[in-house]
């Protein structure tokens, strides 16, 4: 069979790539060009109508471009379904995705059109803004998925997360120990560092990696300038309290890294819910008022 | 060196126990077999594990001797170095042992069993996001429901249990539907702004697009463009695409492309109604004639480039009571009843201004204003009076009778009749004061008066009525039954009717009279003295036209309105025009379709 090497290779090339290439480059950017099409289009039919006596939604190319800008975000809106159910192939997740990222932001050109260019305080607008909300996250999702993971890497210094627990453990646990000597002022400082939750801090501490009222950082301050005698107690407890910062701040850029990695989805998410509220407000209001 | 080795365990009651011992040697080594220094009955521990051993300068160096790691703050390592002084944690297997020195002290070594994986678990969740913020799903649902209740519930169960109100435009009911501010899509126009906050004015019911008839509650008074299937008939066919959009919006109820919604689009913004431009006009009338056949006038399109010829309304036959329309493509002949050369009356050198010039009422050859009033409201002129405009100099005097002299009423042959035949039949004298004898009685006497048949009365009635009488100076001599008449002067009010024309507009700033109405030249009456197409667009082009000094662009709406295509001068009081009945409008004919 000649056929058969041949078509051993384009299985292979199928798998190959289905394996290493990025959702963005899927197929050559077959979905970049799709949307770039679709955007092309959707500008040069804006451009060619001269509607009187503004451009509007309720014109027969703004129902058009309404009605592909709904079924678009009711189908980007599914890939929360379709993630799910991984299947390979034509529609393959990673297909999926790639058509998700490229149609999405087609959107914005698709959206923007169908408004005509009118916003208002409005339910019409509040879809808009929702719909433009989604997208920005979502391009801000691409990048830092792009940009951060490797940052991430690095910091963990080859340590799991459980590790990264597990080591400030063992800080605590000795400098429970080394604090005993220390008299009530400085052991209330120790305590205060040991029983401050390793994870205090709300999402903008995590964002900005900013944490004022580490009490760590506190005791150390308030530690009496080193004496410079290693077997003084005092000395060890600000020797360890000096690593459980350090540990501290491996975790919290860490915590950094994950809060900006993942803030996007609690905005996308969120965001494409109210927005689906929101289109289906918009379209009723205005038929209901038609 | 010595290492004080100190194992913790707790007996079963949760109870510490507390072995110490020290070991004198330069390392020990740790591990599961027994032999080791310190023995950790632990599988996850090798027989022979690790070993410490002094490193010199006080350091203890740890290293690996099974060929598995440990743990060293948290980290598997293969070897490391520590310094006892600062204390360090080393993890093997559950067993966890703090190393630690007081100064020159033994190297004292803590071992304690910790529980396995306390709580990891659930503390490396506290690495997600998720852990600072209200959950995705939560957040997405009330959001949704949030939108849901108060931009879509709210407006629709207002709007299904409100009582409606009839529109009345003198008092507008306040909006009885809550949050429905938030479906509009723009402001309303300035015409309609007080409209703002009353949405179900118009949009009276659910899924129904606002109907004509809704409009109509306040502007009842409005006229027709044309009937409407003759409308439908005379429009322009659609695009593709309009006409996909109207297939389907008349599927759902849209009134179609002459409902009054789809010319007056409202929400476009807090903007004056501007007058429809002129594609709009001549998407129909340009090529009309194609569609409707059977129409009087011609197409137009651009009123520079494709505009009919003028058709002015005026009396085209002495007696006529109808207004004849003609074109001035047919050369049209006025005829009014009258003579009068308009040359002669205006020309500077001719008798006629040297007469004015004498009258101290003129004092200078005539203009056009002498005999033309213009009206109050800028619009037209007031018809000539004859008494004013034209008796100074065409007199009617024709008896004296003392010191005054009696003219003849003009307007009305009868009135001539009676004036002249009450003329004094014979010249006497004046009536003196002091003592006289009466004389003779004898004409010319004081007290003679002629009884006999007034012959001298009948030839003067005559005399005027002749073409070369008093009267027929200006009018035409006639007879009616056998007696002798005049023709009825038949001049219409307004010459162009269809179109909208202000003389305000075009004042002396903008043309003398004479440079559309050619009187100055004008030798007869039956000149029609309307100014035609082509004087007007002299200055006036299509609205493409570019503006100059000279040229004003002008679109259709500058002379014709869409709703009172046929009577742009109709009277405020008048309202029961052609085309403009009670059922016969948009609305009427379309609730009778519905019906």
């Known amino acids: ?290 | 060196m010595a290492f004080l080795i100190r194992t913790i365990d707790f007996t079963a009651a949760g109870r510490e126990i507390i072995r110490d011992r020290t070991v004198d040697q330069s390392e020990i080594s740790i591990g599961r077999a027994s032999e080791n220094d310190i023995a950790l009955p632990d599988l996850a521990v090798e027989q022979r594990h690790v070993r410490i051993s002094d490193a010199g300068t006080g350091k203890l160096a740890i290293e690996s001797v099974g060929g598995l790691g440990f743990g060293i703050n948290g980290r598997t390592e293969m070897r490391a170095e520590i310094d006892p002084n600062v204390g360090t944690e080393l993890s093997l297997g559950s067993s966890r042992l703090a190393i630690s020195r007081d100064g020159d002290g033994p190297v004292q070594i803590v071992i304690k069993q910790v529980e396995k994986d306390e709580g990891a678990g659930d503390a490396i969740q506290g690495f997600a996001l998720a852990s600072t913020l209200p959950s995705k799903r939560l957040m997405a649902w009330g959001l949704a429901a949030a939108i849901i209740i108060l931009l879509l519930s709210v407006p629709i169960i207002t709007h299904l249990t409100r009582t409606p109100v009839e529109n009345d435009p003198e008092n507008l009911a306040a909006g009885q539907v809550r949050f429905d501010s938030t479906w509009s899509t723009g402001d309303l126009s300035m015409a309609h702004h007080d409209l703002e906050d009353n949405c179900e004015a118009c949009h009276a019911t659910p899924f129904v697009s606002v109907q004509d008839e809704t409009c109509l509650t306040c502007h009842e008074e409005l006229g027709d463009h044309a009937e409407m299937p003759r409308l439908a008939e005379g429009m322009a066919p659609f695009g593709t695409g309009d006409a996909i959009q109207w297939q389907i919006a008349e599927t759902l109820g849209k009134e179609g492309p002459l409902g009054c919604v789809s010319c007056h689009s409202e929400h476009e913004g807090a903007v004056e109604l501007k007058a429809a431009s002129e594609q709009f006009c001549s998407d129909c009338h340009n090529g009309l004639d194609t569609r409707l056949t059977n129409v009087s006038f011609g197409n137009a399109a651009d009123f520079g480039k494709k505009h009919p010829e003028f058709r002015p309304q005026f009396y085209a036959a002495h007696f006529d009571t109808e207004l004849t329309r003609v074109s001035f493509d047919d050369s049209p002949v006025e005829q009014s009843g009258l003579i009068f050369p308009h040359d002669i009356h205006m020309d500077a050198n001719s008798g006629v201004a040297r007469m004015a010039i004498s009258l101290g009422k003129y004092g200078a050859p005539l203009e056009c204003s002498n005999c033309h009033e213009e009206e109050e409201d800028g619009y037209g002129f007031a018809p000539v009076e004859m008494e004013s405009a034209c008796e100074s100099c065409h007199s009617l005097v024709f008896d004296r009778n003392g010191p005054n002299f009696r003219s003849l009423r003009h307007g009305d042959v009868d009135d001539l009749m009676a004036d002249l035949a009450s003329m004094d039949r014979g010249p006497r004298s004046a009536v003196v004061s002091g003592r006289g004898r009466p004389g003779q009685f004898a004409r010319g006497g004081r007290y003679y008066s002629n009884f006999g048949r007034p012959m001298s009365a009948y030839i003067a009635i005559n005399r005027a009525l002749e073409p070369t009488g008093v009267c027929g100076e200006c009018h035409i001599p006639t007879s009616t039954n056998g007696r002798r008449n005049l023709t009825p002067v038949n001049l219409p009010d307004r010459f162009l009717m269809r179109g909208h024309f202000t003389h305000e507009a075009h004042g002396d700033d903008v043309a003398e009279c004479t440079d559309c109405h050619t009187a100055d030249t004008s030798g007869e009456a039956t000149d029609l003295l309307i100014p035609d197409l082509d004087s007007c667009r002299d200055c006036h082009q299509g609205e493409t036209a570019t503006k100059t000094e000279e040229i004003t662009p002008s679109s259709c709406a500058m002379c014709h309105g869409y709703h009172t295509p046929t009577m742009p001068w109709r009277p405020d009081d008048h309202p029961n025009l052609p085309g403009n009945g009670g059922n016969d409008s948009v609305a009427a004919i379309l609730g009778s379709l519905r019906r």
């Open chain 1, 1 to 290: 069979m000649a056929t058969a090497p041949n078509n051993r290779f384009n299985q292979d090339e199928r798998r190959r790539n289905a394996d290493h290439v990025s959702f963005l480059k899927h197929k050559k950017f077959r979905w970049l060009w799709i949307a770039v099409l679709l955007c092309m289009a959707s500008i040069a039919g804006y451009a060619l109508i001269d509607q009187e006596p503004r451009p509007n939604g309720g014109s027969w190319y703004g129902y058009t471009l309404g009605t592909i800008g709904l079924m678009l975000i009711v189908w980007l809106s599914l890939l929360g379904i379709r993630k799910r159910k991984m299947t390979a192939g034509q529609w393959s997740l990673k297909a999926w995705t790639s058509a998700h990222v490229y149609l999405g932001l087609a959107l914005i050109v698709v959206g923007t059109l169908h408004t005509g260019f009118q916003v208002g305080w409005n339910v019409h607008t509040l879809a808009y803004f929702l719909m433009l909300t989604v997208i920005i996250s979502g391009i801000y999702g691409v990048i830092v998925y792009a940009a951060l993971p490797s940052t991430l890497s690095s910091n963990r210094n080859e340590l799991t997360r459980a590790q990264m627990l597990e080591a400030l453990t063992a800080l605590d646990r000795q400098l429970e120990s080394a604090a005993q000597p220390l008299d009530r002022q400085q052991s209330d400082l120790v305590i205060s560092a040991l029983g401050q939750d390793v994870f205090y801090g709300g999402l903008f501490a995590r964002l900005a990696g900013a944490y004022p009222r580490c009490a760590t950082n506190r005791a150390l301050k308030s530690l009496p300038e080193t004496s410079g005698q290693t077997d003084d107690p005092e000395e060890r407890v600000r020797a360890l309290l000096t690593k459980r910062s350090d540990q501290l701040g491996q975790i919290r850029r860490h915590l950094r890294i994950r809060a900006m990695l993942e803030i996007w989805l609690f905005v996308h998410i969120p965001a494409t819910i109210a927005l689906l509220a929101a289109l289906l407000a918009h379209v009723v209001s205005v038929f209901f008022y038609w």
